[in-house]
């Protein structure tokens, strides 16, 4: 694990043991705006996902970066896995209850076999790793799925890479429909104060 990911991992270690199950996805000096938008954030993803949760049918999802689990909580199939690079983030979710496997991996390196599950999707995950490590989660996902990807990021015109990653730095515009090259069924722009895009891809056959 390079030094960027490993100050990113602790960053999520760390705010998980000082706001527990208020540890925002979203996280700048800005509490009370922090609050609003992880919020809103949470009930519009939580839609798209059940949207797309219906349109695939599917019987196993994986979600990467589960984080405490505000969707993968939300997930009601016969069989879900989690995976997030924090050992607090992934206790928070297993101290919630529910029937969700949780287990502690980097989305460059899933320790599952091929095309494990019907499903995999991610939410503001992918803008977290760094340039050199994108194209590995980006084949882990594919190698792991067998029929669908879904992932909700930022459009890719955002600007503060170079800010502390206490203030929402270090997130990296990547071009996810290149990286993924695969059929995309549907895409839609998120609401404005998201600023994000949600992609729905089929795998090719």
């Known amino acids: 694990m390079g030094w960027l990911m490993k100050r990113i991992k602790n960053f999520w270690e760390k705010r998980t043991q000082v706001y527990g199950e208020r540890a925002a996805t979203y996280a700048s000096r800005n509490r009370i705006g922090d609050f609003f938008k992880n919020a809103f954030?949470?009930?519009?993803?939580?839609?798209?996902?059940?949207?797309?949760?219906?349109?695939?049918?599917?019987?196993?999802?994986?979600?990467?970066?589960?984080?405490?689990?505000?969707?993968?909580?939300?997930?009601?199939?016969?069989?879900?896995?989690?995976?997030?690079?924090?050992?607090?983030?992934?206790?928070?979710?297993?101290?919630?209850?529910?029937?969700?496997n949780v287990v502690l991996a980097d989305t460059r390196y899933l320790p599952f076999k091929i095309e494990s599950f019907d499903l995999t999707y991610s939410c503001t995950v992918l803008e977290h790793i760094p340039n050199d490590g994108i194209g590995s989660a980006v084949g882990e996902i594919q190698k792991v799925t067998r029929n669908y990807v879904f992932i909700i990021e930022p459009l890719p015109t955002f600007k503060h890479i170079n800010k502390p990653y206490s203030q929402g730095g270090h997130c990296f515009p990547h071009d996810y429909r290149k990286l993924f090259d695969s059929p995309i069924l549907w895409n839609v722009k998120l609401p404005w104060i998201l600023s994000q895009e949600a992609i729905l891809f089929r795998k090719r056959e």
């Not at 009930?43 to 994986?62: N, Y």
Request: positive net charge.
């Open 41 to 100: 954030m949470t009930l519009f993803h939580a839609w798209i996902l059940r949207r797309v949760l219906r349109l695939c049918k599917p019987v196993s999802v994986l979600e990467v970066g589960c984080g405490s689990g505000r969707l993968l909580s939300k997930v009601d199939v016969s069989f879900s896995v989690g995976i997030d690079v924090s050992l607090n983030m992934l206790t928070l979710l297993k101290a919630k209850g529910g029937n969700n």
